[in-house]
Every structure is written in structure tokens, then in C-alpha cells.
């Protein structure tokens, strides 16, 4: 059987249902009374992993020159989507892990900071981007990686992730470009 519609596999299954089917809910991880939803089986499994990658870019596709995958498993989702389409992938990475030449951009963290960098030389202005990353939860870190791009003259195309925790507000930190979430909890 063929995929019939974006963001659907095989077996017709609706990509947010087979995420939400194959996420491993971890309870009281990072620490007592959170409940971690851990995303790992969804890129665990090879259809799946299409699915999702397919629905991220569809809304996007030929708005976009390269792909940027935010550290950590951001990189997993850009590395797919930019074979997929036939792009350039691009890391966004935490303070001090790029050889090169950088800009660096703080964001908030719910006690702190914390800072993201970006190669400089890596797109050109002008360049259009869609940064892709696994969750979007209070949107500090996206938000950050979207200034970055800006701030070197790059058009971001859009923001897509996988899972969306709606209570947090994320969508709030990234007003002004489009946000496509898979899953919104």
C-alpha cells in the first residue's frame, strides 16, 4: 500500500497516532513528578522515522536551501530531512562544541541560562532555513536558533517538531514564523 497523504505511513496510520503509539512516557525522569516523553522509539523505528520526517518538511518543501537540526536530537530529524529533500544540513550547538568562527545567542532556562551557536559561514544571506528539533516546549531554545539565522541574514522558512507541549507556550517565543508541531500535548 503507498503513503497516500503526508504525515501518513504505510498503514494509514495518522503520524501524530503512530507517534503518540510509539512514545515511551518515562515517569518522575528528569526528576520526581515530571513525566518525560521520550521520542527515542519513534526514531527507533525505520517507518516511523519516514512518517515523521515526510510531515515535518510537506508544508515547507521547496522553501528552504538547507535544514538545521538543534542540538541534541534535532540533529537526528535535519540529517533525515536534508537527505530527503536533497538540502545542506546545518547545526545549531551548545556553547563551545563549533570549530569555526560563531555567533552565540543566550536563552532562558526555568533556573539560568544557557547558549546556542551557529558557524557563521555555513549559509550565506539571503539563505533560506527550516530548523527542525524534537520538542517544543517553552520555545527558548528554538527561539534562540531562529535569532541566530536572522541575526547572520537568513530567511527562516519554518519551525517543525515532532511533539508540541501546548501548557508551556512555546509558539509565544517563536511569533512571526511558522511553527508546524506533529503532535501537540
Not at 521520542?39 to 515535518?56: E, H, K, W
Not at 551557529?118 to 524534537?134: E, M, N, Y
Request: overall charge neutral.
Amino acid at each position: 500500500m503507498n503513503q497516500s497523504e503526508p504525515g501518513q505511513t504505510r498503514r494509514s496510520v495518522p503520524v501524530d497516532q503512530l507517534i503518540n503509539s510509539l512514545c515511551a512516557t518515562v515517569p518522575d525522569y528528569p526528576k520526581p513528578g515530571i513525566i518525560f516523553k521520550d521520542l527515542t522509539p519513534v526514531f527507533a523505528n525505520g517507518a516511523a522515522l519516514r512518517a515523521v520526517v515526510d510531515a515535518l518538511v510537506e508544508p515547507f518543501k521547496g522553501q528552504f536551501d538547507a535544514v538545521a537540526g538543534v542540538e541534541a536530537r534535532g540533529f537526528l530529524l535535519a540529517a533525515a530531512a536534508a537527505y530527503a529533500t536533497d538540502t545542506g544540513v546545518i547545526t545549531v550547538r551548545k556553547a563551545g562544541k563549533l570549530p569555526r568562527k560563531v555567533i552565540s545567542e543566550d536563552y532562558a532556562l526555568e533556573y539560568g541560562t544557557a547558549t546556542l551557536e551557529l558557524h557563521t559561514a555555513d549559509l550565506p544571506a539571503g539563505s533560506r532555513v527550516l530548523i527542525l528539533d524534537d520538542v517544543l516546549a517553552t520555545g527558548g531554545t528554538l527561539g534562540a536558533a531562529a535569532r541566530l539565522f536572522e541575526r547572520c541574514g537568513v530567511h527562516v522558512a519554518g519551525v517543525g517538531v515532532v511533539m508540541e507541549l501546548g501548557e508551556l507556550r512555546g509558539r509565544s517565543a517563536l511569533t512571526g514564523h511558522r511553527v508546524r508541531s506533529l503532535l501537540r500535548l
